[in-house]
């Protein structure tokens, strides 16, 4: 067996020294480790393996310790980690003791950004490009965006800024023809009639094509047509990027190192804004990946060996929050048939894609538009549907103003399903749902629920579906309790009872009911009987059951899975100061101010005391004071 190819690189600078075939076998090697570690600790499959070859040339032609990489979303930068000083650190990819699944500066300079989101990169490389031709480095810049993140609004605006510019950046579009599910939308199928064009694979036959083309025996017009004069002129005239004052080239295979070396040399001597088109296939090399890059963009653990995923014990038979909505969701959509869903290219995380399966024209997935899928609530709820948007948490960060101007300014009636709000796990700080409380909370006329259980859940997406005004419903990436832990109906702006006592009470959100409840267990034993309530709703809030509270308990703990300033928590305050009753009997159990990073979502939880043992030790020293 000849040594590993990936044993000589300890930086991309020794990309340097091999051939052709060394940098093949390397791409495989890469593939081969990305793969053997997702199997072990999950993460991002499809998108990394299908980057490696184009990560080895980008590696190989520029110097990325004094150029600038950006990677969009940066969920497909495990080659890139691995070439540039992280291969040790990638084995515990994801958990605390290992590297984060996205780039990040801490953890190495040839990270600039921490990144999670998609789109950005454009914006932020073009940033980075004018800011090194005002201080005349000479620093190249480069972003690679997938097809999908392109058409977001934010990518957008920074194309349109770029081909307007005319600074120095190279953009490329790794185009796979998948976003998470395929990609959709015109651009895409722009993309596809681009794919299919004649010029597809070889850039350097389009520019023989045009040396060949100038008039015959012109030997010295010819010998001027340099290959790169002749470069300029071997464009794609109809990419749309090409009328936006990007130099537009391609599409090239994504897969052949020694094209795209090629290719990425010539362009690199090219100045202004230039777009390369490659090719990839998502998940290449691991062919349950290859064969099914949706369900393998994001995998769970599992077996190397035939791709068998690795079943969770912990959560044997217990249905996830997204699981539980959804099919509250899809019965509802049966009997009201001006239910429609939106998804901003999650159809699978949201859980939406059952909707969609059962009621495929009112269901819409816009690309990854979180602006447009609001805007685009507003409009269908104005025309008299009843749209449900199914986001993440973090996601519908990009629509705050959407959901003031469009939603809260007109009332509409829209119900936003918040999913993978509070601490996410191994996704880390990109992914954290820790701040809808707060940029919803603030909103006139939006009701803001969190349920505890199923019952809940079910109370609170009925309710929803019927209201005259906007919805948000949040929960968080987990499972719902086994049983349940109410049986009160769900009624507006009510909080329910859960546990009755007088040693001091516990006003608890959403999933945190649950810890709270059994730290409250634990509490018998010390002889203190503390009282837990269901909050059920941030606004409205229950000012009755607050007033009760304040009255009768030695003092209130509001418990939430979102961060403490703006949140639940402070909403309570407010509510006591307006109430003139007893505001310092208040504490509040929520998320600090600072960046939790990636780790096990329990370990976030308890790293935070949010979980039944920082609960019931909270609760002790308070009825200890008390
Ligand atoms: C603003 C935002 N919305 C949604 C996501 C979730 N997400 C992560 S990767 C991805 C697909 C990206 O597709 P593409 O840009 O084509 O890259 P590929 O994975 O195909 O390389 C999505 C939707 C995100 N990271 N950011």
Known sequence: ???????????????????????????????????????????????????????????????????????????????????????????????????????????????????????????????????????????????????????????????????????????????????????????????????????????????????????????????????????????????????LGFRCYGPVDGHDIEGLLEILGELKGLGGPVLLHVVTEKGRGFRPAAEEPEAWHSASPFRERNGQVLADTEAAGRDTWTRAALDELVALAEADERLVAITAAMPEGSGLVRFAHRHPDRFFDVGICEQHAVGLAAGLARGGRRPVVGIYSTFLQRAYDQLFQEIALQGLPVVFLVDRAGLVGADGPTHHGLYDVAYFRHLPGFTVAAPADRGELAGMLRLATEAEGPWAIRYPRDHVPAEALTEEAVRPGRAAMVREGSGGAVLALGACVAPAIEAAGRLVEDGVEVAVASARFVRPLDTDLLANLLSEQPWVLTVEDAAAAGGFGSAVLEAAEALGAGASKIHRAAVGDEIVEHDRRAAQLAGQGLDADGLAERMRALAEEA
């Not at 791409?27 to 480790?33: C, D, K, N, P, T």
């Open 1 to 243: 067996m000849p040594e590993p190819v990936l044993d000589q690189i300890e930086s991309p600078r020794d990309l340097q020294g091999l051939s052709a075939e060394d940098l093949g076998r390397l791409a495989s090697e890469i593939r081969a480790l990305i793969t053997r570690t997702v199997a072990a600790r999950g993460g991002h499959l499809a998108s990394n393996l299908g980057v490696v070859d184009l990560t080895v040339a980008l590696h190989r032609t520029y110097d990325f310790a004094h150029d600038h990489l950006i990677w969009d979303v940066g969920h497909q930068c495990y080659a890139h980690k691995i070439l540039t000083g992280r291969r040790e650190a990638f084995g515990g990819l994801r958990t605390a003791a290992g590297t984060s699944g996205f780039p990040n500066p801490a953890e190495s300079p040839y990270d600039a950004f921490r990144t999670g989101h998609a789109g950005a990169s454009v914006s932020t490389a073009l940033g980075l490009a004018l800011a090194e031709q005002a201080a005349r480095t000479g620093a190249r810049t480069v972003a690679v965006i997938g097809d999908g993140a392109l058409a977001s609004g934010l990518a957008l605006e920074a194309m349109n800024h770029a081909g307007d510019a005319g600074t120095d950046l190279l953009v490329v579009l790794n185009d796979n023809e998948m976003a998470i599910s395929r990609t959709v939308g015109a651009l895409a199928r722009h993309l596809t009639r681009l794919r299919a064009a004649p010029a597809y694979g070889n850039l350097k036959r389009d520019v023989h094509d045009v040396l060949d083309h100038m008039p015959m025996g012109d030997l010295l017009s010819r010998s001027i047509h340099t290959f790169k004069d002749a470069l300029k002129e071997a464009v794609v005239p109809e990419h749309m990027f090409e009328r």
